[in-house]
């Protein structure tokens, strides 16, 4: 990510909040990206609600 130096005069604030604005779609895509990969990696391991228990810890079973 590129560096955002606050800008110090009026003029400038409308090129300040264009590049804040672009910085910010590029970290939001790359982070969304990322989230897709990663689900698609455990969604055969995806847990049915119905297959849930009140009490029940997923993945460690019931409370005794």
């Given at each position: 990510?590129?560096?955002?130096?606050f800008?110090?005069?009026?003029?400038?604030?409308?090129?300040?909040?264009?590049?804040?604005?672009?910085?910010?779609?590029k970290?939001?895509?790359?982070?969304?990206?990322?989230?897709?990969?990663?689900?698609?990696?455990?969604?055969e391991?995806?847990?049915q609600?119905?297959?849930?228990?009140?009490?029940?810890?997923?993945g460690?079973?019931?409370?005794?």
């Amino acid at each position: 990510m590129d560096k955002i130096v606050f800008p110090s005069k009026k003029k400038n604030w409308l090129k300040y909040l264009r590049k804040l604005k672009e910085s910010l779609t590029k970290s939001i895509g790359t982070e969304s990206s990322r989230s897709d990969i990663a689900l698609d990696g455990v969604a055969e391991f995806e847990i049915q609600w119905e297959e849930i228990a009140l009490g029940e810890r997923v993945g460690l079973g019931l409370l005794s």
